[in-house]
T-cell receptor
Framework: AQSVTQPDIHITVSEGASLELRCNYS??????LFWYVQSPGQGLQLLLK??????LVQGIKGFEAEFKRSQSSFNLRKPSVHWSDAAEYFC???????????FGDGTTLTVKP | DAGVIQSPRHEVTEMGQEVTLRCKPI?????LFWYRQTMMRGLELLIY????????DSGMPEDRFSAKMPNASFSTLKIQPSEPRDSAVYFC???????????FGEGSRLTVL
């Protein structure tokens, strides 16, 4: 069965600092991978996705993620964090056969002024 | 374009009462998902539909929960009778044909007293 692990429950960074959120997945074939962001009281919004091809994918709001098959990882990065990036971030893996997505437990990002 | 629309946004009810949550997916989307989000269990897939047909309901917690999708533009999630442990945010999400990203509604926050 597919699974996603986000090792960091909570991360605090200073505004302007770089950010990396970790995601490890378990899936038998080439996965479809996603990062979503959730602001308080809102639904989840897609940041970026990986299906195939270039392993470094660009998303909205200046985020990028790199797929590393050897490490079963899909870490999210941003070179300079803004206060508005404070939110909860979810990594997800999509089942290419069944079509359903499994989500990690999320990482809450706090941005210090 | 309108996104996924959920109602009600907030529901407070007493234990034993019936609760009905509603979802209108994005027009043209073929798949619809119901998720439940809690602090303890994170984001759990309850059930999903393809072309109005339930495909996987293995996440439905017990017989008190039922979901229907009578047509392509409407779905309901019903809890009868409700219990305090059902308190959570319930999200509906839809997706076009295939295995792409999910488009989430803003959620229905349920509190069962």
């Amino acid at each position: 069965a597919q699974s996603v692990t986000q090792p960091d429950i909570h991360i605090t960074v200073s505004e302007g600092a770089s950010l990396e959120l970790r995601c490890n997945y378990s899936y038998g074939a080439t996965p479809y991978l996603f990062w979503y962001v959730q602001s308080p009281g809102q639904g989840l919004q897609l940041l970026l996705k990986y299906f195939s091809g270039d392993t470094l994918v660009q998303g909205i709001k200046g985020f990028e993620a790199e797929f590393k098959r050897s490490q079963s990882s899909f870490n999210l990065r941003k070179p300079s964090v803004h206060w508005s990036d404070a939110a909860e971030y979810f990594c997800a893996v999509g089942d290419t056969n069944a079509g359903k997505s499994t989500f990690g437990d999320g990482t809450t990002l706090t941005v210090k002024p | 374009d309108a996104g996924v629309i959920q109602s009600p946004r907030h529901e407070v009810t007493e234990m034993g009462q019936e609760v009905t949550l509603r979802c209108k997916p994005i027009s043209g989307h073929n798949s619809l998902f119901w998720y439940r989000q809690t602090m303890m269990r994170g984001l759990e897939l309850l059930i999903y539909f393809n072309n109005n047909v339930p495909i996987d309901d293995s996440g439905m917690p017990e017989d008190r929960f039922s979901a229907k999708m009578p047509n392509a533009s409407f779905s309901t999630l019903k809890i009868q009778p409700s219990e305090p442990r059902d308190s959570a945010v319930y999200f509906c999400a839809s997706r076009p044909q295939g295995v792409g990203e999910l488009f989430f509604g803003e959620g229905s926050r349920l509190t069962v007293l």
